[in-house]
Protein backbone atom coordinates (compact mmCIF):
# COMPACT_ATOMS: atom_id res chain seq x y z
CA UNK A 1 0.00 0.00 0.00
CA UNK A 2 1.84 3.26 -0.84
CA UNK A 3 1.93 6.49 0.88
CA UNK A 4 -0.88 8.81 -0.62
CA UNK A 5 0.22 12.02 1.58
CA UNK A 6 3.34 14.40 2.19
CA UNK A 7 4.74 16.09 5.26
CA UNK A 8 2.43 19.38 5.00
CA UNK A 9 -0.50 18.17 2.91
CA UNK A 10 -3.67 19.21 4.44
CA UNK A 11 -6.15 16.39 5.71
CA UNK A 12 -9.15 14.97 7.18
CA UNK A 13 -10.35 12.40 9.02
CA UNK A 14 -13.30 10.51 7.54
CA UNK A 15 -16.71 10.89 9.57
CA UNK A 16 -18.64 7.50 10.08
CA UNK A 17 -18.69 5.09 12.52
CA UNK A 18 -16.47 2.24 12.46
CA UNK A 19 -17.26 -1.59 12.85
CA UNK A 20 -15.68 -2.97 15.59
CA UNK A 21 -12.20 -2.30 16.67
CA UNK A 22 -11.09 1.19 16.00
CA UNK A 23 -8.23 3.53 16.89
CA UNK A 24 -8.87 6.57 15.49
CA UNK A 25 -10.64 8.54 18.51
CA UNK A 26 -14.71 9.79 17.74
CA UNK A 27 -13.85 13.39 18.84
CA UNK A 28 -10.90 13.69 15.82
CA UNK A 29 -13.56 12.45 12.95
CA UNK A 30 -14.65 14.44 10.62
CA UNK A 31 -11.82 17.13 11.57
CA UNK A 32 -9.19 18.96 9.65
CA UNK A 33 -5.75 18.83 10.23
CA UNK A 34 -1.90 18.19 8.34
CA UNK A 35 0.55 15.76 7.79
CA UNK A 36 3.48 16.12 10.15
CA UNK A 37 4.69 12.86 9.06
CA UNK A 38 4.55 9.42 7.44
CA UNK A 39 5.73 7.31 10.73
CA UNK A 40 5.58 3.70 8.17
CA UNK A 41 3.24 0.75 7.45
CA UNK A 42 2.14 -0.87 10.38
CA UNK A 43 -0.52 -4.06 9.78
CA UNK A 44 -3.93 -2.69 10.12
CA UNK A 45 -4.73 -2.86 14.08
CA UNK A 46 -8.71 -3.36 13.52
CA UNK A 47 -8.04 -6.57 11.70
CA UNK A 48 -5.58 -7.47 13.87
CA UNK A 49 -7.94 -7.16 16.64
CA UNK A 50 -10.03 -9.89 15.34
CA UNK A 51 -6.75 -11.82 14.67
CA UNK A 52 -6.79 -11.46 11.54
CA UNK A 53 -3.28 -10.80 9.45
CA UNK A 54 -4.12 -7.10 9.15
CA UNK A 55 -2.51 -6.80 5.50
CA UNK A 56 -1.68 -4.99 3.24
CA UNK A 57 0.32 -2.80 5.71
CA UNK A 58 -1.41 0.83 5.91
CA UNK A 59 0.76 3.96 6.30
CA UNK A 60 0.60 5.87 9.39
CA UNK A 61 1.08 9.37 9.84
CA UNK A 62 1.45 12.25 12.57
CA UNK A 63 -1.67 14.33 11.83
CA UNK A 64 -1.70 17.55 13.47
CA UNK A 65 -4.86 19.32 14.25
CA UNK A 66 -5.83 22.66 15.51
CA UNK A 67 -7.51 23.35 19.16
CA UNK A 68 -10.16 25.33 17.60
CA UNK A 69 -10.94 22.72 14.90
CA UNK A 70 -11.20 20.51 17.11
CA UNK A 71 -12.97 21.65 20.20
CA UNK A 72 -14.95 25.17 18.64
CA UNK A 73 -16.59 27.31 21.05
CA UNK A 74 -13.26 26.42 23.37
CA UNK A 75 -10.22 27.72 24.29
CA UNK A 76 -6.52 27.04 24.64
CA UNK A 77 -3.38 28.35 23.93
CA UNK A 78 -3.87 30.26 20.17
CA UNK A 79 -1.52 27.97 18.93
CA UNK A 80 -2.01 24.53 21.11
CA UNK A 81 -2.58 21.53 19.22
CA UNK A 82 -3.80 17.75 19.42
CA UNK A 83 -1.74 15.19 17.57
CA UNK A 84 -2.81 12.21 17.07
CA UNK A 85 -1.24 9.08 14.52
CA UNK A 86 -4.04 8.03 11.79
CA UNK A 87 -3.95 5.29 9.27
CA UNK A 88 -4.27 6.19 5.90
CA UNK A 89 -7.70 4.94 5.52
CA UNK A 90 -9.21 7.09 7.73
CA UNK A 91 -7.53 9.85 5.87
CA UNK A 92 -9.06 12.10 2.88
CA UNK A 93 -7.25 14.70 0.71
CA UNK A 94 -8.52 18.31 1.98
CA UNK A 95 -8.05 20.10 -1.47
CA UNK A 96 -9.90 23.25 0.10
CA UNK A 97 -7.21 24.21 1.97
CA UNK B 1 -22.42 6.28 19.40
CA UNK B 2 -19.02 6.76 21.22
CA UNK B 3 -18.00 3.60 22.51
CA UNK B 4 -17.37 3.08 26.52
CA UNK B 5 -13.46 3.63 26.29
CA UNK B 6 -13.02 6.43 23.49
CA UNK B 7 -12.92 9.30 26.45
CA UNK B 8 -11.21 12.46 24.58
CA UNK B 9 -12.77 15.46 25.57
CA UNK B 10 -15.57 13.60 27.88
CA UNK B 11 -16.40 15.53 31.09
CA UNK B 12 -14.69 14.26 33.74
CA UNK B 13 -13.42 15.20 37.55
CA UNK B 14 -9.42 16.32 38.50
CA UNK B 15 -6.76 13.63 38.23
CA UNK B 16 -6.28 11.60 41.39
CA UNK B 17 -2.77 11.42 41.94
CA UNK B 18 -2.78 9.04 44.34
CA UNK B 19 -1.35 5.59 43.21
CA UNK B 20 -0.12 1.91 44.96
CA UNK B 21 2.53 -0.56 43.92
CA UNK B 22 1.09 -3.46 41.84
CA UNK B 23 0.33 -6.23 43.51
CA UNK B 24 0.96 -9.49 42.61
CA UNK B 25 -2.35 -10.00 41.18
CA UNK B 26 -1.40 -6.73 39.20
CA UNK B 27 1.73 -8.99 38.58
CA UNK B 28 0.95 -11.73 37.10
CA UNK B 29 -2.20 -10.31 34.71
CA UNK B 30 0.39 -8.23 33.45
CA UNK B 31 2.81 -11.05 32.91
CA UNK B 32 0.36 -13.15 31.46
CA UNK B 33 -1.07 -10.99 28.67
CA UNK B 34 2.82 -10.50 27.85
CA UNK B 35 3.99 -14.17 27.68
CA UNK B 36 0.57 -14.69 25.70
CA UNK B 37 0.86 -11.88 23.47
CA UNK B 38 4.92 -12.28 22.66
CA UNK B 39 5.79 -13.21 18.67
CA UNK B 40 6.70 -16.53 19.93
CA UNK B 41 3.60 -17.72 21.74
CA UNK B 42 1.27 -15.61 19.72
CA UNK B 43 -1.69 -16.93 21.49
CA UNK B 44 -3.73 -13.26 20.73
CA UNK B 45 -2.52 -9.62 19.61
CA UNK B 46 -2.33 -6.95 22.23
CA UNK B 47 -5.24 -5.38 19.80
CA UNK B 48 -7.81 -8.34 20.71
CA UNK B 49 -6.67 -7.64 23.88
CA UNK B 50 -8.14 -3.90 23.59
CA UNK B 51 -11.10 -5.01 21.22
CA UNK B 52 -12.04 -7.25 24.43
CA UNK B 53 -11.53 -4.88 27.27
CA UNK B 54 -13.46 -2.28 24.67
CA UNK B 55 -16.85 -4.54 24.55
CA UNK B 56 -17.30 -4.09 29.08
CA UNK B 57 -20.23 -2.55 29.58
CA UNK B 58 -20.01 0.94 30.99
CA UNK B 59 -20.83 -0.56 34.75
CA UNK B 60 -17.82 -2.89 33.82
CA UNK B 61 -15.55 -0.65 31.88
CA UNK B 62 -15.49 1.90 35.12
CA UNK B 63 -16.58 -0.25 37.91
CA UNK B 64 -13.66 -3.46 37.17
CA UNK B 65 -9.97 -2.58 38.15
CA UNK B 66 -7.48 -2.15 35.33
CA UNK B 67 -5.83 -5.48 35.55
CA UNK B 68 -9.47 -7.25 36.16
CA UNK B 69 -10.59 -5.84 33.00
CA UNK B 70 -7.20 -7.32 31.62
CA UNK B 71 -7.95 -10.05 33.14
CA UNK B 72 -11.64 -10.73 31.63
CA UNK B 73 -9.78 -10.23 28.32
CA UNK B 74 -7.33 -13.09 28.83
CA UNK B 75 -10.03 -15.26 29.54
CA UNK B 76 -12.48 -14.64 26.70
CA UNK B 77 -9.52 -14.32 24.25
CA UNK B 78 -7.87 -17.82 25.74
CA UNK B 79 -11.03 -19.77 25.36
CA UNK B 80 -12.04 -17.86 21.77
CA UNK B 81 -8.48 -19.42 20.84
CA UNK B 82 -9.75 -22.66 22.06
CA UNK B 83 -6.18 -22.79 24.44
CA UNK B 84 -8.84 -23.65 27.62
CA UNK B 85 -12.32 -24.53 27.71
CA UNK B 86 -15.41 -22.97 30.05
CA UNK B 87 -15.47 -26.29 31.47
CA UNK B 88 -11.81 -26.65 32.14
CA UNK B 89 -11.89 -23.28 33.59
CA UNK B 90 -14.91 -23.73 35.67
CA UNK B 91 -13.63 -26.78 37.15
CA UNK B 92 -10.03 -25.87 37.62
CA UNK B 93 -12.21 -22.79 39.91
CA UNK B 94 -14.05 -25.65 41.34
CA UNK B 95 -11.06 -27.16 42.45
CA UNK B 96 -9.69 -23.85 43.59
CA UNK B 97 -12.84 -23.16 45.84
CA UNK B 98 -12.54 -27.02 47.52
CA UNK B 99 -8.58 -26.76 48.15
CA UNK B 100 -8.70 -23.52 49.46
CA UNK B 101 -7.40 -20.08 47.81
CA UNK B 102 -3.38 -20.21 49.34
CA UNK B 103 -2.56 -17.83 46.43
CA UNK B 104 0.77 -19.98 46.27
CA UNK B 105 1.95 -20.25 42.83
CA UNK B 106 2.48 -24.04 41.60
CA UNK C 1 -21.87 20.46 32.61
CA UNK C 2 -22.45 16.03 33.34
CA UNK C 3 -19.93 14.75 35.57
CA UNK C 4 -19.74 10.83 34.70
CA UNK C 5 -19.05 9.31 38.11
CA UNK C 6 -16.46 6.74 37.99
CA UNK C 7 -16.77 4.29 40.62
CA UNK C 8 -12.68 3.36 41.50
CA UNK C 9 -10.91 1.77 44.08
CA UNK C 10 -13.38 2.65 46.83
CA UNK C 11 -12.97 1.27 50.21
CA UNK C 12 -14.93 -1.29 51.26
CA UNK C 13 -14.18 -4.49 53.84
CA UNK C 14 -11.83 -7.35 52.09
CA UNK C 15 -11.30 -11.00 53.29
CA UNK C 16 -7.34 -10.14 53.88
CA UNK C 17 -5.71 -11.77 51.38
CA UNK C 18 -1.96 -12.88 50.49
CA UNK C 19 -2.21 -11.96 46.52
CA UNK C 20 -3.42 -8.21 47.11
CA UNK C 21 -3.13 -5.32 48.58
CA UNK C 22 -5.00 -3.50 50.90
CA UNK C 23 -5.92 -0.73 48.56
CA UNK C 24 -7.66 -2.86 45.68
CA UNK C 25 -10.89 -3.56 45.58
CA UNK C 26 -11.41 -6.42 43.97
CA UNK C 27 -14.14 -9.14 43.28
CA UNK C 28 -13.40 -12.63 44.97
CA UNK C 29 -14.18 -14.07 41.50
CA UNK C 30 -11.31 -12.14 39.75
CA UNK C 31 -9.33 -13.78 42.40
CA UNK C 32 -9.94 -17.49 41.93
CA UNK C 33 -10.22 -16.81 38.00
CA UNK C 34 -6.71 -15.30 37.80
CA UNK C 35 -5.03 -18.63 39.30
CA UNK C 36 -7.38 -20.65 37.86
CA UNK C 37 -6.15 -18.93 34.11
CA UNK C 38 -2.39 -19.20 35.54
CA UNK C 39 -2.62 -22.87 36.81
CA UNK C 40 -4.57 -23.98 33.66
CA UNK C 41 -1.94 -22.40 31.28
CA UNK C 42 1.02 -23.76 32.98
CA UNK C 43 -0.46 -27.07 32.96
CA UNK C 44 -0.97 -27.17 29.38
CA UNK C 45 2.51 -25.30 28.96
CA UNK C 46 1.18 -22.47 27.28
CA UNK C 47 4.23 -20.96 29.54
CA UNK C 48 6.04 -22.16 32.82
CA UNK C 49 6.36 -20.44 36.35
CA UNK C 50 9.44 -19.63 35.60
CA UNK C 51 8.59 -17.72 32.29
CA UNK C 52 5.68 -15.85 34.63
CA UNK C 53 8.62 -15.05 37.42
CA UNK C 54 10.70 -13.75 34.56
CA UNK C 55 8.53 -11.68 32.84
CA UNK C 56 7.20 -9.62 35.94
CA UNK C 57 10.91 -9.57 36.87
CA UNK C 58 11.62 -8.24 33.55
CA UNK C 59 9.10 -5.85 33.69
CA UNK C 60 10.06 -4.66 37.98
CA UNK C 61 13.73 -3.81 36.44
CA UNK C 62 11.32 -1.28 33.95
CA UNK C 63 10.90 2.62 35.96
CA UNK C 64 11.50 5.65 34.41
CA UNK C 65 15.24 6.00 35.89
CA UNK C 66 16.12 4.04 32.04
CA UNK C 67 14.13 7.47 30.38
CA UNK C 68 15.78 9.50 32.74
CA UNK C 69 19.40 8.21 31.55
CA UNK C 70 18.06 8.88 27.54
CA UNK C 71 17.14 12.50 28.68
CA UNK C 72 20.67 13.00 30.69
CA UNK C 73 22.34 11.25 27.63
CA UNK C 74 20.74 13.45 25.02
CA UNK C 75 20.97 16.65 27.24
CA UNK C 76 24.71 15.79 27.28
CA UNK C 77 25.72 14.47 23.48
CA UNK C 78 24.33 16.46 20.68
CA UNK C 79 24.86 13.76 18.54
CA UNK C 80 23.04 11.14 20.64
CA UNK C 81 20.07 13.37 20.49
CA UNK C 82 19.78 13.79 17.14
CA UNK C 83 20.02 10.10 16.91
CA UNK C 84 17.38 10.17 19.31
CA UNK C 85 15.35 12.32 17.40
CA UNK C 86 15.83 10.13 14.84
CA UNK C 87 15.44 6.77 15.53
CA UNK C 88 14.68 6.65 19.19
CA UNK C 89 14.73 2.90 19.17
CA UNK C 90 18.05 2.43 17.83
CA UNK C 91 19.49 5.12 20.01
CA UNK C 92 18.77 3.59 23.09
CA UNK C 93 20.27 0.01 22.01
CA UNK C 94 23.51 2.00 21.51
CA UNK C 95 22.85 2.89 25.10
CA UNK C 96 22.95 -0.63 26.06
CA UNK C 97 19.24 -0.50 26.71
CA UNK C 98 17.22 -3.47 25.25
CA UNK C 99 14.24 -2.24 23.52
CA UNK C 100 13.67 -5.17 21.21
CA UNK C 101 10.28 -5.90 22.74
CA UNK C 102 9.06 -2.48 22.50
CA UNK C 103 6.16 -1.18 19.86
CA UNK C 104 8.30 1.70 18.18
CA UNK C 105 9.52 4.77 20.62
CA UNK C 106 9.25 8.34 19.33
CA UNK C 107 10.91 11.12 21.65
CA UNK C 108 9.40 14.35 21.16
CA UNK C 109 11.50 17.64 22.36
CA UNK C 110 10.08 20.25 24.56
CA UNK C 111 12.02 23.87 23.36
CA UNK C 112 11.72 26.93 24.86
CA UNK C 113 8.19 27.93 22.64
CA UNK C 114 6.60 24.25 22.61
CA UNK C 115 5.92 22.07 25.48
CA UNK C 116 4.68 18.43 24.34
CA UNK C 117 2.03 16.47 26.45
CA UNK C 118 1.53 12.10 25.98
CA UNK C 119 -2.05 11.06 27.11
CA UNK C 120 -3.65 7.14 25.10
CA UNK C 121 -7.17 8.56 25.31
CA UNK C 122 -8.29 5.24 23.98
CA UNK C 123 -6.61 3.15 26.56
CA UNK C 124 -3.61 3.28 28.43
CA UNK C 125 -0.43 3.00 25.93
CA UNK C 126 3.34 4.05 27.54
CA UNK C 127 6.53 3.96 27.24
CA UNK C 128 7.02 0.84 29.00
CA UNK C 129 10.11 -0.37 27.91
CA UNK C 130 11.56 3.36 29.15
CA UNK C 131 9.38 4.03 32.47
CA UNK C 132 8.04 0.57 33.43
CA UNK C 133 4.34 0.57 34.12
CA UNK C 134 2.26 3.58 33.75
CA UNK C 135 0.71 5.36 36.93
CA UNK C 136 -3.45 4.82 37.45
CA UNK C 137 -4.03 8.42 37.05
CA UNK C 138 -2.28 7.80 33.34
CA UNK C 139 -4.67 5.03 32.79
CA UNK C 140 -8.57 6.43 34.49
CA UNK C 141 -10.39 8.02 32.86
CA UNK C 142 -9.76 12.11 34.31
CA UNK C 143 -6.55 12.52 32.32
CA UNK C 144 -8.17 10.43 29.08
CA UNK C 145 -11.19 12.49 29.07
CA UNK C 146 -9.51 15.54 30.23
CA UNK C 147 -5.83 16.40 28.32
CA UNK C 148 -6.59 16.41 24.83
CA UNK C 149 -9.82 19.15 26.04
CA UNK C 150 -8.09 21.49 28.60
CA UNK C 151 -4.47 20.41 28.79
CA UNK C 152 -3.15 23.37 30.25
CA UNK C 153 -6.05 23.12 33.39
CA UNK C 154 -4.61 19.38 33.42
CA UNK C 155 -0.71 20.59 33.59
CA UNK C 156 -2.14 23.04 36.55
CA UNK C 157 -3.01 19.88 38.34
CA UNK C 158 0.77 18.84 38.35
CA UNK C 159 1.79 22.35 39.16
CA UNK C 160 2.98 22.81 36.02
CA UNK C 161 2.36 26.61 34.58
CA UNK C 162 2.47 27.85 30.78
CA UNK C 163 3.57 30.50 29.91
CA UNK C 164 0.68 32.10 27.47
CA UNK C 165 2.84 32.22 24.03
CA UNK C 166 4.02 28.64 24.38
CA UNK C 167 2.73 26.08 22.07
CA UNK C 168 1.15 22.86 23.94
CA UNK C 169 1.30 19.53 21.80
CA UNK C 170 -0.89 16.87 23.07
CA UNK C 171 0.09 13.62 21.81
CA UNK C 172 -2.96 11.03 21.40
CA UNK C 173 -1.25 7.86 21.54
CA UNK C 174 -3.88 6.33 18.97
CA UNK C 175 -1.32 3.53 17.09
CA UNK C 176 2.09 1.53 17.91
CA UNK C 177 4.37 4.41 18.28
CA UNK C 178 4.48 5.46 22.20
CA UNK C 179 5.83 8.65 23.03
CA UNK C 180 8.75 9.97 25.14
CA UNK C 181 9.02 13.58 26.16
CA UNK C 182 12.73 15.25 26.03
CA UNK C 183 12.12 17.38 28.76
CA UNK C 184 14.17 20.92 28.20
CA UNK C 185 17.27 20.82 30.06
CA UNK C 186 17.28 23.51 33.44
CA UNK C 187 19.57 26.73 32.88
CA UNK C 188 21.53 26.08 35.79
CA UNK C 189 23.49 23.03 35.00
CA UNK C 190 26.08 23.62 32.65
CA UNK C 191 28.80 21.51 34.78
CA UNK C 192 26.79 18.49 36.24
CA UNK C 193 27.44 15.49 35.50
CA UNK C 194 25.18 12.76 33.60
CA UNK C 195 24.32 11.17 36.68
CA UNK C 196 22.96 14.17 38.52
CA UNK C 197 21.36 15.70 35.41
CA UNK C 198 19.57 12.12 35.29
CA UNK C 199 18.22 12.73 38.72
CA UNK C 200 16.48 16.07 37.98
CA UNK C 201 14.29 13.99 35.54
CA UNK C 202 11.23 12.11 36.98
CA UNK C 203 8.48 10.31 35.67
CA UNK C 204 5.70 13.16 35.00
CA UNK C 205 8.42 15.34 33.08
CA UNK C 206 8.91 12.23 30.58
CA UNK C 207 5.05 12.11 30.08
CA UNK C 208 4.79 15.70 29.71
CA UNK C 209 3.18 16.60 32.86
CA UNK C 210 5.57 18.25 34.81
CA UNK C 211 9.00 20.24 33.91
CA UNK C 212 12.07 19.18 35.31
CA UNK C 213 13.77 21.76 38.35
CA UNK C 214 17.32 22.46 39.61
CA UNK C 215 15.59 22.77 43.81
Given at each position: ????????????????????????????????????????????????????????????????????????????????????????????????? | ????????????????????????????????????????????????????????????????????????????????QGVVSEAELSAKIDAIRARG?????? | ???????????????????????????????????????????????????????????????????????????????????????????????????????????????????????????????????????????????????????????????????????????????????????????????????????????????????????
Amino acid sequence: MSARFSPGDAVRVRAGEPAGHCRTPHYLRGKRGRVVMLHGSYRNPEKLAYLKPGLPRQPLYMIEFDYAEVWAGRQSGRRDRIVADIYQHWLEADPAR
Amino acid sequence: MRAVHDLGGEPAGPVDRSDHEPTLFDQRVDAMMRLLTQPSRAVFTVDAMRRSIESHPPAEYFGLTYYEKWLHAVRRLTIEQGVVSEAELSAKIDAIRARGTDGAPR
Amino acid sequence: MDETHHPHDHDHPHDDHAAIGEHASYRPESLLLEQALRELLIEKEVFSAEDLQRQIEDTESRDPGLGARVVARAWADPKFKARLLADAKAACTSIGIDVANSPELKVVENVPEVHHMVVCTLCSCYPKVLLGIPPAWYKNPQYRSRAVIEPRAVLAEFGTALAPETVVRVHDSTADMRYLVLPRRPADTADWSEEALAGLVGRDALIGVTVPRTG
